[in-house]
DNA sequence: CACCGTTGAAACGTTAATCGTTATAACAAT
DNA sequence: ATTGTTATAACGATTAACGTTTCAACGGTG
């Protein structure tokens, strides 16, 4: 299994969709027994989406509650959340360091490929900031 | 460091700006130089982009060169040849597996996500596809 | 107020990938 | 044959993901 990508993007969708849908029981024992893992993982997730101002949790019996409408939160947002992504951050690529800066091609290779990596990121970004959480709620019937 | 992602794709780009640009031997411990890296991580590089029909070396002094035009040669080609992606393969994202098919959630979530991760890494790899190592030379003066 | 289920968070171990390094073998040019 | 280059295996350190156990804090209900 490859590990190199995190599955709580994935998750997150998930649980935020259980609360907007409303189908069952909103405690994280029942999110866990959804996604089929553990509470604890749930209630990780749950906690980066708080601290993005997401969703929050009433203590006490299942009191998890979006803070925005399906409409307002993008699949962008829940990413940034979920992998603690600030705005400009080239998160999917990464760049080596410390080229020699008395070759042409080492003088100039950060600059060259932080320009082309910001722009594919910004099109995939682009893609996850158009669409809404409401828009996946119809397909959970 | 963040590790979570490689650097092979930025080296890669280096080694075969190099190999296009000719400023310099070509021999892999001068790459390696201007990478500013041990020649064994360049030859590791290096040994992917053979396996993808992207270069060559002829064993001996300094042999190495493309086996396309820097035109020919996409950032997208060069990203799956050193991540070794196959088409169609969704890299960039993971999706948590068996949830439970009891909840109309768990049922659906993994088409769900596949479909919108898909369109996603789609405007990546569109990004991608787009540039040439070709348009990357004229900036290395 | 006491109890019980829920939430929150720390801590630990396993697994997997990155990556720098050393060592060794094979090969080409001279 | 010698020398420099390429190819590859192997090792260890580092890092992130993630499942699990454990315990503290809190709310609602009786």
Redesign the interface.
Known sequence: M?Q????R???A??IL??IA?K??EQTGDEIA?????NPVVIRRVIGMLKRAGIMDVRAGVGGAFLLKTPEEIT?LEIYRAVNEIEENDLY?????E???VG???????E???HS?FA??????E???GS?TLSQ?IP???
Chains 1, 2 share one sequence.
Do not use: Y
């Open positions: 490859k190199r990508v995190s599955t993007f994935s998750m969708i998930h969709s259980m849908v189908h069952t027994r959804s996604v089929n893992n699949l999917a690529f990464r760049i080596h410390d080229s020699n070759c042409p091609v080492g003088r100039n290779i600059s060259v490929l082309e722009k594919a990121q910004a099109a995939m682009n893609q996850l669409t996946l397909r959970f019937i």
